[in-house]
């Protein structure tokens, strides 16, 4: 009796009132945009803006429609609920689009190809002895390994060697450059690159103009098995290099002056200042910066596919998982490889949030 006094004298009913009619507009408005949407009778641009129209003002209504529900309730509740209703709607969609179907792969790796028959473990043995699987696994973790590595070094030098700089910025903008073109357009250009012209002909390739002038002979260098792979991961580091840079860029401006002045008053060196000095005072930002780029690593298909389409030796787990299913149409060895690409996020991801915490990121 005394909750529901409490709801009485917390709502009107010009509020009650209002409440129903933004909980019925916003309920017709998503369902209303999503058969008109679902018809696909208007033109692409016009698809394109009643989409952005419709999804921008579904979700505003939502949320508001949520908040005046919850403001029926007394405010001790509300307090309690209303986190829930601004978290709940990301979290449903989360689970929507990233926990289902996880369970959904997980399940269709137990089945055959076309997802009719229970096969046991048949999937996940023939990832770890197929000859092919076994190539693309050898590949990601070459990946994993050379590609972290190579970029997080290379941005930490650049970024030393550009805070020291006069031309910081425009140094600093030219190395984070590469981070506007997609992996695909990167793949592009490094095709041209790597291009060989045997026979005499003119090279139109950097690389091999190089090496022809210096007296040498054209190589085709993505054919070349399993080195093709080291100029593949390239691309890789030419790319994610810039995004080391501003990272750790950014957390060496934070590294106290006053501490690296004491230490080289104390007679260090600056490679000694750099291991004991900078690097222990800048290891969150290069773990973060690490955990980043590993997973963009273990999940790097475009570049495999627009250069090599996994020819030569070249095939990662990334690009076996989308001919499985998308070419060879086997849903079961595809989504198999799919659950071991999320083993191997798993626990970057684990040690990330936990590192979070440890920060006091979620308090």
């Known amino acids: ?71 029926a309730f007394p405010t001790k509740t509300y307090n309690k609920i209303v986190p829930y209703i601004f978290v709940g709607p990301a979290v449903i969609i989360l689970a929507w689009y990233l926990l289902i179907p996880t369970v959904r792969s997980l399940a269709f790796s137990f089945m055959n190809r076309d997802s009719s028959k229970f096969v046991g473990l048949e999937n996940y043995i023939y990832l770890f002895t197929d000859r092919s699987m076994l190539i693309s696994i050898r590949n990601t973790i070459i990946w994993l390994l050379c590609g972290t590595a190579f970029s997080v070094i290379l941005g930490l030098i650049a970024a030393i060697l550009a805070d020291r700089s006069y031309i910081e910025k425009i140094g ?113 930002s290069i773990i973060s910066v690490s955990t980043t780029i590993l997973l963009a690593a273990l999940k790097c298909f475009d570049i495999v596919y627009s250069m090599t389409n996994g020819m030569f030796g070249t095939e990662v787990l990334a690009s076996q998982q989308y001919k499985q299913m998308f070419t060879f149409q086997n849903y079961g060895r595809g989504s198999a490889i799919a659950i071991l690409i999320l083993i191997g996020v798993s626990p970057v991801v684990y040690y990330n949030l936990r590192e979070f915490r440890n920060r006091e990121a979620f308090k």
């Open 1 to 71: 009796m005394s909750e529901t006094k409490a709801l009485k004298q917390t709502v009107s009913a010009p509020d009650l009132a209002k409440t129903i009619s933004v909980v019925t507009i916003t309920i017709l408005v998503a369902i209303g945009g999503f058969l008109l949407l679902r018809n696909d009778n208007f033109p692409q641009i016009l698809t394109t803006i009643i989409a952005i129209a419709w999804g921008v003002s579904s979700v505003a209504l939502i949320f508001y429609s949520l908040n005046l529900l919850a403001q």
């Open 172 to 284: 600093k903008t030219f190395i984070f450059l590469p981070m506007s073109i997609s992996l695909v357009g990167a793949g592009v250009i490094f095709k041209f690159m790597y291009s060989a012209k045997f026979g005499g002909a003119e090279q139109i390739g950097l690389l091999n103009a190089l090496v022809v002038v210096c007296g040498g002979e054209p190589q085709n260098w993505l054919q070349n098995a399993p080195w093709n792979n080291l100029f593949l991961i390239a691309i890789f580091v030419w790319l994610q290099t810039g995004f080391a840079l501003v990272v750790l860029s950014a957390a060496l401006k934070a590294v106290p002056d006053d501490m690296i002045e004491a230490a080289r008053i104390d007679g260090a060196g600056e490679f000694r200042i750099l291991m004991q000095v900078i690097i222990p005072n800048i290891r969150g």
